[in-house]
């Protein structure tokens, strides 16, 4: 039976700029990349639990049920922050210079 553990925090990248003051480009891009990766995960957990339930591999309903849930709200804040993102991006665009 598949145990669910607490939701883990994203790593964030350092701050500080790259050697020789340039700034790293790719800080932004590196949370996304893991976000994506945790949500993924969360949604393949629950299938693994769900194939387990229906094989009859685990009997536990709740933890099924649990992880399921789980990957769902993962999502939909997963998306909610991709909306966000999307609202700031087309804010910053409308802005006369």
Known sequence: MPTIGPIQPIPLPDPEPA????????????VLQVAIEQVEGSSRTA???????????ADDLHSVALATQRAELELDLFLQVRNKVVQAYQEIMRMQM
């Open 19 to 30: 050697r020789g003051g340039a700034v790293n480009r790719a800080g932004f891009r590196n």
């Open 47 to 57: 299938e693994k639990a769900v194939e387990g339930f229906l094989s009859g591999e």
